[in-house]
């Protein structure tokens, strides 16, 4: 028998719990062994629960868990970096395998966890921290280990995806409408992580460390998030033949590792521009693969359940067959990031300037004289004094597009620089 030790028992945790309790036949012929669960810790015993659960399963002694010599196997659901870190640090030293979808401190303490465990011999799962219930870190470590994969774009937040898709479809401006993603509960009460880009930033981390076999220092990152993305951008990006998502890109280049988390448009035909609201995707390109497409509900209960149970399925069918399959951070090199400044990219460029004649003249002159070619110029609403002007510029480095900015900014026929937004024509 495998006796399995929940740490949690939220929205994840409870899934974990009915899908174990609902399937487990099912659950023992694919494990070859019963899978039953132990000891559950959570915060507060008492709290009311939705799930009818046996009380006694319940723990707020993590040793009961973590320690405890009957259990084999430790899922950890309580989310945040401590105490789940040490928790999983414990357990693994206590010879457990675990199964956990913190994305938090698999991005930031990877390399720590899969030394644990390999020093333990034992096990650690983490699919369900990218993108919930889509199968993408198993397929990336075992399906796809034929192809040398050379790129990886993905939508990995759903509340963004959710708030960029709303803006677009309903012409509601931001605010509008991540207020109602927090009633809707898709987004928390504090949207930092979400917003700013660091959530996909840890995702992506994680992604690109398995498939480039590098350690990744989250904080060399870049990620910038949606909240300057208006209403505005969105519409001429539908008619400049674009959609906006929040983009996380990791590529191998000769100069490094380019990873990155930004709003990007991309074309309307691509495959990406279609997952909208909740749904994540992670798109690939592989030598001899082609393009790959994954697609599915990136969180919310029985997604992210589905892939932690998967986990722990396998997990605890290696433990009974006494089978090793551990992912070893022995062939993990740190890797140079590039810095961002060092990037490529097309760029839309929104402007307000004086409506006169000799603007545009100094606006290109300033734009050429710093390495930026211009790829097309619309000019809107010749009614005002002050007119929007729109650019998107060929490939060009971030430091010659942020100093052409900053020049842009002191012409006195400019009156404001509205927006940069990244342009991603190929994948
Ligand atoms: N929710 C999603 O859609 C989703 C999607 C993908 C990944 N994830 C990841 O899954 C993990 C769990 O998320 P969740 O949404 O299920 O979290 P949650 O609903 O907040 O549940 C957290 C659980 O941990 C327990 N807990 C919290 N702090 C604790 C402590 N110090 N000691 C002992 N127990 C403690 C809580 O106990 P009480 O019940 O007593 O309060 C609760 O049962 C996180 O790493 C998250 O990033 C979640």
Known sequence: MI???????????????????????????????????EKILVNDKNKKREL?????????????????????LVVELIGGENPAYKYVLTALKNKKSVVTANKLIIAKYGSEILKAAHQYNVQISFEGSVAGGIPIIRPLKESLVASEIENIYGILNGTTNYILTKMAEENREYADVLN???????????PHSDISGLDAAYKIAILASIKFETLIDIISVYSEGIKNISLTDISLADELGYVVKLLAIAKKEEKGLDIRVHPAFISKSH????????????????????D?????????????ASAVVADIIQTAADINYNR???????????QK?????????????RILVNDKPGVMAQVTKILGDNQVSLASVLQKNRLTPIVPLVLITHPVKEKHINKS????????????????????DKF
């Open 180 to 190: 109602e993603a927090q009633r809707l509960g898709y987004a928390e009460r504090n």
């Open 3 to 37: 006796k399995i030790g929940l740490l949690g028992l939220g929205t994840v945790g409870s899934g974990v719990y009915k899908i174990i309790s609902e399937n487990n036949i099912k659950i023992e012929r694919k494990v070859g062994t019963e899978v039953k669960i």
């Open 292 to 304: 790959i497409m994954s697609y599915g509900k990136g969180a919310g209960q029985m997604p992210t």
């Open 324 to 334: 090793s399959n551990i992912y070893s951070n022995e062939s993990l090199q740190k």
């Open 405 to 424: 900015i900053i020049e842009l900014k002191n012409l006195d026929d400019v009156k404001s620089v509205e927006s940069l937004v990244r342009v991603i």
């Open 271 to 290: 495959p990406l521009a279609l997952v909208n609201d909740v749904y994540n995707a992670v798109y690939l390109h592989g030598d001899i693969v082609g």
């Open 337 to 349: 990031i590039v810095d961002i400044n060092e990037v490529n990219n097309l760029f839309y460029i």
């Open 52 to 72: 009818n659960i046996n009380k006694n399963l319940l723990t707020e002694h993590p040793a009961d868990v973590v320690e405890n010599p009957d259990i084999n």
